[in-house]
């Protein structure tokens, strides 16, 4: 599928955003190693769900995080038996002792957006598109063009939150 010009700058902002994201996911793991102590990788992933409500970070983003995290300096692990247990190390906590209140300021925004996005039903509609997907239904063009106006609508509410 070869992406129109517009399509592709829509991509390059995203693929922006997602590297800002990756940032702030970092320092959500140090954050909750600096509340946890010491854990398992189970445990931060069990945490940081808990912490942002509706997103469970995968293996495949946790782990190279960690191992990112470990070779730059801001944690440390051991073996206990078949588990790998994290640690802050006094770089990683003074880290995030210096932008606590940037991330817990962050994780309240985040928990507002949360309740915004199920309060609308947006997490229902992901859910349904989804399940369409899974079961190999196409959503044909003119459905589609009604749920982008209506999405447009429903921006232009929001944008006006900003004119007051």
Known sequence: MKLEKSERSKSMDLELNIKGIKGVFRDIVLYALYRLGEAHGYAIRSFISELLGVYTPSSGILYPTLRELERKG???SK?????KIYALTPKGRKYVE???EYIEKLLGKVEKAVKI??????LNLLNTIRDL???DVDIP???IDEIK???EDVRNIL???KKK
Request: proline share 3%.
């Open 74 to 76: 801001f944690i440390t």
């Open 79 to 83: 073996s206990d038996n078949r588990r």
């Open 98 to 100: 210096s932008r606590i």
């Open 117 to 122: 996005l199920l309060d609308i039903g947006l």
């Open 133 to 135: 997907w899974e079961s």
């Open 141 to 143: 063009p003119g459905i």
């Open 149 to 151: 106006q209506r999405v």
């Open 159 to 161: 944008l006006t939150l």
